[in-house]
C-alpha cells in the first residue's frame, strides 16, 4: 500500500501538471476525477510536468462514481483536504494507504465528496482575506506531510 493523491474535478492545467512533477517524483499514484476543466492532453498540462509524465502512475476515472468503485476495491482512508476541515493537517495521523482528496482551484471539494471522507484536514491560513493556498501547494504540504510521518523516503 501507498499514499494516492485525488483530485477531484481539477480546473487549471499548469496545477494538476505540477502535481504529477510532485507524484513523479515520489512515486505516488495520481487520480484524476472527472469531469477535468481540460484534455488529458492540453499542451500546458504537459508543460507543468515536463519530461516526468512517463514516471506518472496515473489513473483518470470519468467521475466521482467511477472513482468511488475503484476505491471501495481497494479500500484505505479518504483524507478530504478542505478550508472548512476540522483536522489540522500536522495533527492527522496519516497511514500508508490513504488517498488524499483535493477539490477543484474554484470551489474545493463538493459536500457529496465531503461526506464520503473519513476525515476532514485542513492547512491553516493565517491571512483572513486569503481564501485558499494554490492547489499545488496544498497538495505538497499534505503528502510531504503524510511523507514524514510515514518515514517515505522524505532524507536524501
Known sequence: MSLRIVLVQPQIPPNTGNIARTCAATNTELHLVGPLGFEISDRYLKRAGLDYWPYVNLHYHQDWQAFWSNYQQLGGRLLGFTVRGTTHYLDCQYQADDWLL???ELSGLPTEVLDFCNYKVYIPISQPEVRSL????SVTIGLFEARRQLDLGTRV
Do not use: P
Open 134 to 137: 494554490n492547489l499545488s501547494v
Open 102 to 104: 483535493f477539490g477543484s
